[in-house]
């Protein structure tokens, strides 16, 4: 089998991780990094995604691209997304044009259907919600209603590369991908939201009756209502980081797709979002279901 030469933009964030703990040592691919600072442990393009003549160079040569550099801050303002999320998403698919890369797996975002969330949470985390769709699942064809100028501009960001996709050239294959909650290695588990609360809790206690203020630093005490909403929400949007990994192998050994929608979950039982359409086309296997745990890791609580 050819090695694939893959380049991956924002590599350094909790989507990244899955590809450095999951593809970096495979053999069939050959991966080049691309993001607006340096590491100190990976070779590094550095440049602003922003500024098309900066990151240009490193597209030539490559045989597909994974698009994660963005301003993913949920409730960010417009000045704060406009160059990194538009400007930025066009420079890509520009740059793969001029360079004749064929393959885009573009990160989209569950935030593109928050509003569905938003009116129907916290109900919505329940295995059993009611529903008329018996169970409650968004699919593909479902229409997009973000919650915040970020999912606006990943809807933009979809439409923009499937515009691309249809054109002659480069890119021929875009995969959308709305992508749930990923998280770093250490808190890869449906309890990991509720335990970086409390681990932040402890960082910032301020006095010796352990007392802090949870309104500035986002923490709680582990059993707390605040622990178990958290716990209850990622236990149905968990993406783990070997099921993302798996999503971006389906997507890189792919032949069918011109362009094309899925989301990127784990086979969460209280998932509200469908993946039977990312099984059919891509060949996507989930390994995890966040409704398998009853309780974060051992060494989570020691």
Not at 32 to 44: I, W
Not at 142 to 153: I, M, R, V
Not at 177 to 190: C, F, G, M, N
Request: contains cysteine.
């Amino acid at each position: 089998m050819a090695t694939q030469n893959v380049l991956v933009t924002g590599p350094y964030g909790e989507a990244g991780e899955a590809i450095l703990n999951h593809l970096l040592d495979k053999e069939q691919y050959e991966f080049t990094f691309l993001n607006r600072s340096d590491h100190p442990d990976y070779e590094t393009h550095v440049a602003d995604i922003a500024d098309y003549e900066a990151i240009r160079p490193a597209f030539d040569g490559q045989d597909a691209v994974i698009h994660l550099a963005a301003q993913s801050d949920a409730g960010a303002e417009f000045e704060e997304v406009v160059e990194p999320n538009v400007i930025g998403t066009y420079n890509v698919l520009k740059a793969m044009e001029d360079a004749g890369v064929e393959t885009l797996i573009f990160a989209s975002s569950q935030r593109v259907m928050g509003l569905y969330e938003e009116d129907h949470a916290p109900d919505l985390y329940e295995e059993d919600y009611p529903s008329e769709f018996d169970p409650f699942r968004l699919t593909h064809e479902t229409l997009p209603k973000p919650d915040g100028y970020y999912g606006a501009t990943k809807v933009f960001g979809e439409n923009i590369c499937r515009v691309h996709a249809r054109r002659d050239g480069a890119p021929e294959q875009v995969y959308s991908l709305r992508i749930s909650s990923v998280r770093t290695e250490e808190y890869d588990h449906p309890y990991g939201d509720a335990e970086r609360g409390v681990d932040r809790g402890e960082e910032h206690k301020v006095d010796e009756d352990e007392v802090w203020d949870q309104s500035q630093t986002g923490s709680w005490e582990r059993g707390s209502e605040e622990y178990q909403e958290m716990v209850d929400r990622l236990k149905a949007s968990w993406t783990s980081q070997r099921d993302f990994a798996h999503m971006l192998e389906c997507c890189l050994k792919d032949d069918s797709v011109t362009y094309d929608t899925f989301y990127a979950v784990s086979g969460n039982a209280a998932r509200w979002f469908g993946i039977e359409h990312a099984k059919g086309v891509l060949g996507y296997e989930p390994q995890d279901d966040a409704s398998e745990w009853d309780s974060p890791p051992a060494d989570a609580t020691e």
